[in-house]
């Protein structure tokens, strides 16, 4: 009879912590819940914020100003709906069932109704998700093809690209131009289309040429060819960044696309074929500037300069920044970086040169003259 009655209050109270533990069990959930919705809050306000937070918005992602961002866009936003739309209606069913069939007092006593094998809630859950899965996957594709599939006109500009640890070498064979990181591309319009093809190669490591405005991340992979093309329409200087980490001044390793109203491409390229000027005025500096190692690593067109490693310099002038975007090019950055690159671009592969204040201010005159 004891031992009855002890097994009787050992089963209420077993019942009581099962309870107990399904109301932190629901709890841990709606916690869960609220952490998951604060955090995608955060990174969607974030982004939304970063990227309208820009003067100018140049990095925007929801402002697309060529194809095949343009494209990339749309995609990303049906997918977008798509998924917003899943989330709500199942958050939604979450919530409602952890209010509804909370605890209540006295529920101890009874058992919910089980319900097993319903075939037609079994169907709906199987075939909706195939369906949905299957309209996102052939929009994506088709995208996916229409992107790749594009196929460069006779006079299209092409240009290689190649990613070095942290600048961008930029090439235009058959136009036979060097230059670095800043990318010149004429705008396209209604009458007369011109994207520009591009080849990604990388000579250390794995880095990823990203310009949000223009078109989606592609990667760029040392050992292998990668491509992609760009079509913006409206001229103007779009900012973009390697996109995959590549070592200490990945950060650092941005790129500017500039797009030419019609004709002014042309002036560029012109500009550009030029080998160096020779300004008597900058011999000084010239001669530093050869009896150092400085020409084992730079090209200087139209002279024994002829080194590859880093950037081409015949018209550095002409360049809006230097180090790959790190700083402005004005002839006070100029000094400081010749003074010290390692100042101004921890790791970078230029070495302090250990030349004296009048060396380098001979230098910095004579790459002046490299307009
Ligand atoms: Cu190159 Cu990151």
Redesign the pocket.
């Known amino acids: 009879m004891r031992s009855c009655q002890r097994l009787k209050s050992r089963l209420l109270l077993l019942r009581v912590s099962t309870a107990r533990l399904r109301l932190t069990y629901q709890q841990g959930i709606l916690r869960g819940l609220t952490l998951l919705t604060i955090s995608a809050a955060w990174i969607v306000i974030g982004h939304i914020e970063s990227a309208f937070g820009n003067p100018g918005g140049i990095t925007n992602i929801f402002k697309p100003l060529s194809q095949p961002a343009q494209e990339i866009k749309e995609v990303s936003l049906l997918v977008i709906a798509i998924c917003t739309t899943i989330f709500l209606i199942v958050a939604g069913l979450l919530v409602y069932t952890i209010v509804r069939y909370r605890h209540r007092a006295g529920d101890e006593a009874s058992e919910p109704p089980q319900i097993y094998g319903s075939n037609q809630i079994e169907l709906a859950w199987t075939v909706l998700p195939i369906l949905i899965v299957f309209v996102l996957i052939l929009v994506t594709s088709r995208t996916i093809a229409d992107i790749q599939n594009r196929k460069p006109a006779s006079d299209a500009v092409h240009a290689t690209v190649i ?4 600048w961008w070498e930029i090439r235009y064979p058959k136009l036979g131009i060097v230059t670095a990181n800043e990318l010149h591309v004429p705008a396209s319009s209604n009458n007369n289309r011109e994207p520009t093809f591009l080849k990604l190669e ?1 000579v250390d ?4 040429f990203w310009v949000p405005q223009l078109a989606g991340k592609t990667d ?1 992979i040392p050992n292998r060819e990668n491509r992609m093309w760009i079509e913006p329409t409206q001229p103007g200087t779009y900012l973009g ?7 200490t ?3 650092r ?1 941005l790129i500017r696309v500039i797009v030419h109203p019609p004709g002014e491409f042309e002036r560029w390229v012109a500009e550009q074929k030029r080998v160096a000027t020779e300004d008597p005025g900058a011999l000084e500096g010239r001669t530093v500037f050869f009896a150092n190692s400085c020409v084992s690593c730079h090209t200087i067109r139209g002279t024994s300069a002829q080194g590859l490693f880093g950037p081409d310099l015949t018209h550095l002038m002409s360049r809006e920044t230097l180090a790959s975007g790190a700083t402005p090019n004005t002839p006070a950055t100029l000094r400081a970086w010749i003074r010290d690159p390692q100042q101004l671009k921890v790791g970078c592969l230029m070495p302090n040169m250990q030349l004296t204040d009048k060396e380098v201010d001979q230098v910095v005159a004579y790459l002046l003259t490299l307009k």
């Open positions: 990613g070095h640890q942290w990388s490591v794995a880095h990823s760029v960044n390697c996109a995959e980490y590549c070592g001044q990945h950060a390793m």
